[in-house]
């Protein structure tokens, strides 16, 4: 099928339940490492807008140190998760470059959810503009911490291949990165048991590769101190991955 012709899905239900089974430790860290510089900061109440919240594991990590949670996503598949997760939240299905931003404490923006390109609107532009409003958003002394996928975030220049299973699921994947555009597509075929079963379903993800000193640029220019992280936790950034914690003076 011709990169033109492929249809951008957004996880579905089978994709959203293999994601939140089988690879919630990136948010789970972050979370951590938020809840820990809101902690040394003294700030222990308040909103935390979790952009890209997935299934809500980030969010009810941080709504269980007693933090109010904002959590928006562009797939309903997720969303539905994130809302069984944590009841007490709230989330909402919206691109997070259109969202508003109310006033909160800290913004999370984690698993390289603004790289993707399931809103067609994502351009260098349109992300500094929310660069800006999450700095608007933000109370004085309020935290956001994110990561991007960088170009050379897939290995070799040949499609890569990688495979994983759970108990009840199997996944696919073929990473192949247009190196001149800077495009990442991600060829997903993934399989769920339904009973005696498996459903097979495959969706078509795209990201827009971004370099994180392009980011940290842009958010000190805006007013961010920025400090680059080498991982969350004892999860470490691998090959064109990069993550930062900012800061609104």
């Known amino acids: 099928m011709s990169e033109a012709t492929e249809k951008i899905t957004a996880y579905r239900d089978d994709l959203a339940y293999i994601h939140d089974a089988g690879y919630g430790g990136f948010a789970r860290e972050a979370a951590s490492v938020l809840v820990d510089a809101l902690g040394r900061a003294r700030i222990s109440v308040g909103l935390v807008v979790d952009l890209g919240c997935g299934s809500g594991i980030l969010s009810a990590v941080v709504g269980g140190f007693g933090y109010r949670t904002l959590g928006i996503d562009i797939s309903e598949g997720m969303i539905a998760l994130a809302r069984k997760h944590v009841p007490d939240g709230e989330f909402r299905v919206e691109s997070v470059l259109s969202a508003s931003l109310p006033r909160c404490v800290a913004v999370a923006a984690v698993g390289e959810c603004l790289n993707y390109l399931f809103d067609p609107a994502n351009t260098k532009p349109k992300l ?25 975030r897939a290995s070799g220049r040949v499609p890569a291949r990688t495979y994983r299973e759970g108990k009840d699921w199997a996944v696919l994947v073929t ?22 079963l498996y459903r097979r379903d495959h969706e078509v993800h795209q990201q827009r590769l971004i370099e994180g000193g392009e980011v940290i640029s842009q958010l000190r220019e805006i007013g961010f101190r920025v400090r680059a992280l080498a991982g969350y936790g004892p999860i470490k950034f691998g090959r064109g991955q990069t993550g930062f914690i900012a800061r609104k003076p």
């Open 128 to 152: 500094i503009k929310l660069y800006r409003r999450i700095h608007t958003a933000l109370e004085p002394g309020g935290f956001l911490i994110m990561d991007v996928a960088e170009p050379g």
């Open 175 to 196: 990473n192949e990165e247009d190196r001149v555009r800077r495009i990442l597509t991600k060829r997903i075929t993934s399989f769920r048991r339904c009973g005696d």
